[in-house]
T-cell receptor, first 111, second 114 residues
Framework: DQQVKQNSPSLSVQEGRISILNCDYT??????FLWYKKYPAEGPTFLIS?????DKNEDGRFTVFLNKSAKHLSLHIVPSQPGDSAVYFC??????????FGTGTRLQVFP | GAGVSQSPSNKVTEKGKDVELRCDPI?????LYWYRQSLGQGLEFLIY????????KSGLPSDRFSAERTGGSVSTLTIQRTQQEDSAVYLC????????????FGPGTRLLVL
């Protein structure tokens, strides 16, 4: 039973445009949601997080939106840059401290 | 460096052999986690340590897997009698604990069981 789902395995966006990555979850007990970026042969790098009591968190070009009623969150990257090309993982924290990851979305930003 | 370090970076072993994977967390981080990523999959939780509390071992796939954390710092993940399905990238992460959610990952150990 996959509790965190990223239904789009890949996304291709032109440089300068907005990238929107989506994530759905099933467990209403998750208390935090996090996004990580992963380059090949490297460990995941933390990008941004949001508490389950919030609906939006912004950090520079990255904004995460949380819709609790729909059990859905999204990561917006604007403007997208070629260096953003990577695999993006959505993760949810199951209290007290276990992260449940989605299967990832590969983002390609082309010139 | 100040990040999480893992060794070895790559390990090739024969089926049936035991392997040990090492993790050095960020200094001062009280929580340490092990995950693994199989080809084309997301990260799968294995085990986590928080301070002196008993570890949460709920993600370990079989009793061939064990982990320890010595002195509240370095951790070793041991896989006994390795099987081909154990081939994966094993990732270690650490965090400040205290309820803060962000976990910081090391580069991983790529394990290949022949």
């Amino acid at each position: 039973d996959q509790q965190v789902k990223q239904n789009s395995p890949s996304l291709s966006v032109q440089e300068g445009r907005i990238s929107i990555l989506n994530c759905d979850y099933t467990n209403s007990m998750f208390d935090y949601f996090l996004w990580y970026k992963k380059y090949p042969a490297e460990g995941p790098t933390f990008l941004i997080s949001i508490s389950s009591i919030k609906d939006k968190n912004e950090d520079g070009r990255f904004t995460v939106f949380l819709n609790k009623s729909a059990k859905h969150l999204s990561l917006h990257i604007v403007p997208s840059q070629p260096g953003d090309s990577a695999v993006y993982f959505c993760a949810a924290r199951s209290p007290p401290d276990k992260l449940i990851f989605g299967t990832g979305t590969r983002l390609q930003v082309f010139p | 460096g100040a990040g999480v370090s893992q060794s070895p970076s790559n390990k090739v072993t024969e089926k049936g052999k035991d392997v040990e994977l090492r993790c050095d967390p960020i200094s001062g981080h009280t929580a340490l986690y092990w995950y693994r990523q199989s080809l084309g999959q997301g990260l799968e939780f294995l085990i986590y340590f928080q301070g002196n509390s008993a570890p949460d071992k709920s993600g370990l796939p079989s009793d061939r897997f064990s982990a320890e954390r010595t002195g509240g710092s370095v951790s070793t993940l041991t896989i006994q009698r390795t099987q081909q399905e154990d081939s994966a990238v094993y990732l270690c992460a650490s965090s400040l604990g205290g309820g803060l959610p962000t976990q910081y990952f090391g580069p991983g150990t790529r394990l290949l069981v022949l």
